[in-house]
């Protein structure tokens, strides 16, 4: 029989480290955490490399007694609950008494803590669980942790972290949902001794959200606040008009807990259905408050889910506050003008600001002793092409269209018109078509609805889809202009400010060789803010902020799917951008007159392959002298 050991505390408290402590991120939540459960009113948070030299977390809560600070750091000490009957009543944020022990066993760490009462405080050091130092100090009330080198004694571990870059945006992910749900806490975040962001905790989270996700977003909010049978909800939706391309900017407070919840998520996008359009998703920051009794938060290791007891009940109570909150407000979407004032008086905010009384002594020794997922473009434009001409003409390949699949309104419904059973795609018309002696055959009839124009030829009848044609030609000579090495910027002046969430800047910084190259102008312009000071010439006329957003979201949510970043493929990014033609591309209900079509018909009838969009639609179909006359019953 193999023999059983009893490992010993260091091992024992390494792999509980491992359950805890996953990244620098994971020490930044369950050390604020701590803070905000201290009752502090202003927590600071510092980072370099990543968070993987150095962590400082600074706050002026009540501190540690000094007869209580070598069993804080004990597994399974806390002093938040004292039995398990406490686990259904738990209104902190942290309650297990895993954290300090297990970011102790991975790392360099000091204490210093000081309650209101003490005339001085206690530094506390350990080095990888063994106690190093306990002395007293002068130091402010409060608490402020230092963790330097990360996972130094876990190697194996240290090797699998990301770039330092990435590891701070997933830190400034923490540090944003720390700040929205405790917009009565001040926040400060400095990432390698540049300010991030600063939140003034005045209890406004209007406020938060502005710090966020910049101006932009708050000309576009409907405030919220009802109280049901079951909880009370109180925030911010986006209006319909701001919208994004993935679900990050879903986001939901339980008794002021960020969690993740697809209960919630599918409450608000069923609220929102009748003003999206299709793979849309709304912007939304929920704060519910719920009896603790109705609600664990005890099903995820890092408390990121929750189960409600009354789950439908919730859904429905949040749904119908959904609806009532957007039928009561008028949804048409304002215009807002950038003027050249604005944007001069928007000055890059300056680095650092001014530290900590404590910490004004200390900061020269803390800067001393701190040593694919791939999908076949191929095959994705195939299935497209076939989920939209399914919806267009009813069948592809013998297949109904689903009766209860509920269509955009852009596209026709099969019950509701009589469409031609066999209309094909331009693809499979001959050859002739494309020669030049076909074109000079070509007889442009005029324009439909302001959209479409009808081209005869031969026996048959070309319907062509100005904004798609628009399309496919605007994304051919980018994507021909970037093979070539010729791609023109368009500058703009005044420059566009975008604010990114640190996670966004992530993104971009990965992907910042490939927006260059594509022709974008892009820099730091202080803060979370960045100037776009050009884009590629063919997609000038687009929304440059709208462009450079929509391209982030798409990016992130690619890295999403695949599980990876995007770093290692950068034409992922060349697609993504070059796709978002369709944003500089005319639109459909524009009047063009006989030339302007000509001369884009000539353009889309020299490229390789014609009869798609970037997105897969149809650009020209096309109806035979058969299938009308079969219509007008001259043929039985």
């Not at 600070?69 to 806390?78: N, S």
């Not at 051919?476 to 010729?486: A, D, G, Q, V």
């Not at 006329?541 to 992130?556: K, N, P, Q, Y």
């Not at 884009?600 to 020299?606: A, C």
Request: hydrophobic fraction near 40%; include cysteine.
């Amino acid at each position: 029989m193999t023999e059983i050991h009893i490992l010993d505390h260091l091992t024992i408290d390494q792999i509980a480290a491992g359950e805890v402590v996953e990244r620098p991120a994971s020490v930044v939540k369950e050390l604020v955490e701590n803070s905000i459960d201290a009752g502090a009113s202003a927590v600071t948070v510092e980072i370099k490399d990543g968070g993987t030299t150095l962590i400082r977390v600074t706050d002026n809560g009540q501190g540690i007694e000094k007869d209580q600070i070598k069993k804080a750091f004990l597994r399974h000490a806390t002093s938040k609950i004292k039995d398990a009957s406490d686990l259904s009543k738990c209104q902190s944020l942290g309650f297990r008494g895993e954290a300090l022990a297990s970011i102790a066993a991975v790392s360099m760490i000091e204490c210093i803590s000081k309650t209101m009462d003490d005339l001085t405080g206690i530094r506390y050091q350990m080095h990888g669980g063994t106690e190093i130092s306990f002395e007293e100090v002068g130091a402010p009330a409060g608490t402020t942790f230092l963790i330097r080198n990360l996972f130094f004694n876990t190697p194996a571990r240290k090797k699998f972290l990301k770039s330092p870059q990435t590891e701070a945006g997933y830190v400034a992910d923490i540090m944003e949902h720390v700040a929205l749900s405790k917009p009565g806490v001040s926040f400060s975040f400095i990432v390698n001794g540049i300010q991030k962001f600063h939140t003034s905790g005045n209890g406004n989270l209007k406020d938060v959200i502005y710090k966020i996700y910049g101006k932009d977003v708050i000309h576009d909010l409907i405030e919220v606040n009802e109280k049901t049978p079951v909880f009370q909800v109180s925030g911010y939706l986006g209006k319909p008009s701001l919208t994004r391309a993935n679900r990050n900017y879903e986001t939901f407070f339980v008794n002021q807990r960020f969690i993740k919840s697809s209960l919630l998520s599918k409450a608000l996008e069923e609220g929102y259905q009748s003003y999206l359009m299709l793979h849309r998703f709304p912007f939304s920051v929920l704060h519910l408050e719920i009896d603790t009794e109705q609600v664990d938060v005890n099903v995820h290791p890092t408390k990121l889910e929750v189960r409600f007891s009354q789950q439908n009940i919730v859904y429905q109570q949040l749904l119908d506050t959904i609806i009532d909150s957007l039928k009561e407000k008028e949804l048409i979407p304002s215009v807002q003008l950038d003027s050249v004032k604005e944007v001069v008086q928007n000055e890059p905010r300056k680095a650092g600001s001014v530290p900590e009384p404590f910490e004004m002594n200390r900061q020269m020794a803390v800067k001393e002793e701190t040593p694919q997922y791939h999908v076949q473009p191929a095959l994705m434009q195939e299935t497209m092409q076939n989920s939209i001409l399914s919806k267009v003409l009813g069948t592809v390949g013998g297949t109904e269209v689903p009766k209860n699949e509920k269509n955009i309104s852009n596209i026709i419904k099969q019950k509701e018109h009589i469409i031609v059973e066999k209309a094909e795609q331009l693809g499979l018309f001959s050859e002739k078509l494309l020669s030049e002696d076909a074109r000079e055959e070509h007889k442009v009839l005029g324009q439909l609805f302001d959209t479409y124009w009808l081209v005869s030829f031969s026996d048959k009848l070309f319907i062509v889809d100005q904004h798609a044609a628009h399309e496919k030609v605007k994304y051919e000579s980018l994507m021909e202009r970037f093979s070539n090495n010729e791609i023109i910027s368009q500058n703009i002046n005044p420059p566009i400010i975008v604010s990114m969430t640190g996670m966004e800047e992530e993104m971009f910084r990965m992907n910042q060789e490939a927006f260059h190259k594509l022709g974008f102008e892009v820099e730091a312009f202080g803060g979370t803010e960045y100037a776009i000071r050009a884009i590629p010439s063919e997609l000038f006329g687009a929304d440059a902020r709208e462009l450079f957003i929509v391209t982030l979201d798409e990016l992130s949510e690619f890295a999403n799917r695949s599980n990876s970043g995007t770093e290692h493929n950068p034409s992922v990014v060349i697609e993504k951008v070059a796709s978002m033609s369709c944003k500089a591309a005319v639109k459909g209900n524009h009047p063009m007159n006989h030339e302007e079509f000509t001369a884009l018909f000539e353009q889309l009838l020299t490229l390789e392959n014609p009869y798609n969009c970037p997105h897969g639609r149809p650009t020209i179909i096309s109806m035979s002298k058969y299938e009308i006359e079969k219509k007008f019953k001259r043929i039985l």
